[in-house]
């Protein structure tokens, strides 16, 4: 614990036991730390209250040039009787750190355009439709990019910049992909995307991957042919944090419910995944989301790690 604020600490990770042909792969891991006031709990014990108002950091996110990074801020708020995040930056020798949004009801899953010059997040307000909203680096004015009635959530830059794809939250009713050009505001559907979510566009714009209603298929779409097929078959939760790798060739993902928590891959044209490596020695914080897992352009991972302190409390009642 430190007496200022220091909310992100970056650093490395060494993977003991990786596979042959990733000996030499580098993780990065984001750690969570406890963001209280020190000073004024070494003059008394850590209260119950003080647990539930410990801020946690979540969703961090790599900028293109990777100088920057993005990340969430969940917070007590007393008065709404929720938790609360925000979106914040810092520099990854973990200077320079600012606030960028400041919503009542708070925001989250940031994501980079592909110039770093704007951000796309989900604005989540409680009883309303979630938004997509696009908001500058140095942060200022934020932009919702549809007013509509449903839950919109997982926005994916185009490779140019120029559009937007999105999904919606998998309990609204008639989901489906959209992409919307960020300019004009002007929004078509993906070709038999009604009952797909969780899309992920590759690198090069050619391929759209997404997860089926039942959680347990990976969809692939083919700009090229305009179809969709059946990529890969799983248990429903076994494909967590799906994330294409910078040459669109694979797409990688947080497996947590087959044998062993482990990253996989599976190859364009193949529907064999393989093990990429274990996770092992990292103790991941669950975050609101799950246990949240990214892959940086130049192939390095990042992971959330819980670094702070679980305790038990008591709690008295008198009845009368």
């Not at 969940?74 to 008065?79: E, G, T, V």
Request: proline share 6%; net charge neutral.
């Amino acid at each position: 614990m430190r007496g200022r604020d220091e909310f992100v600490k970056v650093g490395s990770l060494s993977l003991e036991k990786p596979m042959k042909a990733f000996r030499k792969s580098f993780v990065v891991v984001v750690c969570l730390l406890t963001m209280s006031s020190v000073t004024a709990q070494e003059k008394r014990g850590r209260t119950f209250v003080d647990a539930l108002e410990q801020q946690t950091v979540g969703d961090p996110q790599l900028s293109p040039d990777g100088r920057q990074i993005l990340f969430t801020i969940d917070k007590a708020d007393w008065k709404q009787n929720r938790r609360v995040g925000h979106i914040y930056r810092i520099n990854t020798d973990g200077t320079g750190q600012v606030q960028l949004t400041f919503g009542d009801r708070g925001e989250g899953s940031p994501r980079w355009s592909p110039d770093g010059k704007q951000i796309a997040y989900v604005s989540m307000q409680p009883g309303k439709p979630w938004k997509i909203v696009i908001i500058s680096r140095q942060g200022g004015n934020p932009e919702t990019v549809l007013e509509e009635d449903r839950s919109k959530i997982d926005a994916n830059w185009s490779p140019d910049g120029t559009q937007i794809m999105f999904g919606y939250l998998h309990a609204e009713s008639g989901i489906n992909i959209r992409v919307l050009n960020v300019k004009s505001h002007e929004g078509t559907n993906v070709p038999g995307s009604e009952g797909l979510f969780s899309p992920r566009w590759s690198p090069d714009g050619r391929y759209i991957a997404a997860l089926s209603p039942d959680f347990t298929k990976v969809m692939l779409f083919d700009y090229r042919t305009q179809k969709w097929s059946n990529w890969l078959t799983e248990p429903a939760g076994a494909v967590s944090y799906p994330v294409w790798s910078a040459d669109s060739k694979y797409l990688y993902f947080d497996d947590l419910v087959t044998d062993e928590e482990s990253i996989r891959r599976v190859k364009v044209g193949e529907s064999r995944t393989e093990h990429v490596f274990k996770l092992e020695g990292i103790e991941r914080y669950p975050g609101p989301f799950g246990l949240w897992s990214g892959r940086a352009a130049d192939g390095s991972w990042m992971f959330i790690q819980d670094r702070s302190t679980q305790e038990v409390y008591q709690l008295s009642v008198v009845l009368p």
